[in-house]
């Protein structure tokens, strides 16, 4: 399994759910964000079965799974891990990690201290910012669980600071240094952040799983 696909991409686990004198039927289903504990099961408009591959047709924002149940073995369902399903114009690029509002002056220094997964000096990872006035911005980032700041901008425009990283990429911590916050969007699981949040003023935490 892939963490994302693109629509029109087939996902076959014909070898492993197939059974022989017996029939396996496939259901994708829906992860809301407001609750991940309550899966919806969708609808053939957003995808195919067909003996063991599921063809998906239509991109979500929430993540999905594929749970399989097979006529004899019928108290053994399987499902997939979670996975994103992108349109194929938007799959391969960044994804939006955070983003957060600061009361800050326009002009003044953010400064954050950010990890990524399996992020190394041998092997960095480029994450882009916005400080505030829709260009995007490069950082290198070398660390998984950076100790010091490692980005550094000018709050220009509005005062929300997004950052994006590279598909599939998670962000392993989040440190800020004099930066005031009213609010911060956590577009990942908290538990993936492992460093808290230094001098930040925080007012709201919002998370999607």
Do not use: C
């Amino acid at each position: 399994m892939n963490p994302t696909y693109s629509v029109g991409s087939v996902v076959d686990l014909s070898s492993r759910v197939n059974r022989p004198s017996s029939t396996t039927n496939g259901v994708l289903y829906r992860v809301p964000k407001d609750d991940p504990t309550k899966p919806e099961k969708l609808s053939d408009d957003y995808y195919d079965y067909d003996k063991g591959k599921v063809t998906l047709k239509r991109a979500l924002d929430d993540e999905v799974f594929i749970q399989y149940d097979n006529s004899v073995l019928k108290d053994y369902s399987l499902r997939t891990e979670n996975f994103r399903i992108k349109t194929t114009a938007e799959f391969g690029q960044d994804d939006k990690a955070f983003s957060f509002v600061t009361g800050n002056a326009q002009g003044s220094a953010i400064k954050m201290a950010i990890g990524v997964k399996d992020a190394t000096a041998a092997a960095p990872v480029k994450v882009k910012i916005d400080f505030g006035n829709g260009t995007k911005v490069e950082r290198t980032i070398v660390d998984e669980l950076p100790t010091a700041v490692n980005v550094t901008g000018t709050l220009t425009g509005s005062n929300v600071v997004t950052v994006y990283v590279p598909q599939d990429k998670q962000i392993t911590a989040l440190g800020t240094d004099g930066v005031k916050m009213s609010k911060i969007d956590l577009v990942t699981s908290l538990n993936s952040v492992t460093s808290l949040l230094i001098h930040a003023d925080l007012d709201s935490v919002e998370a999607w799983i």
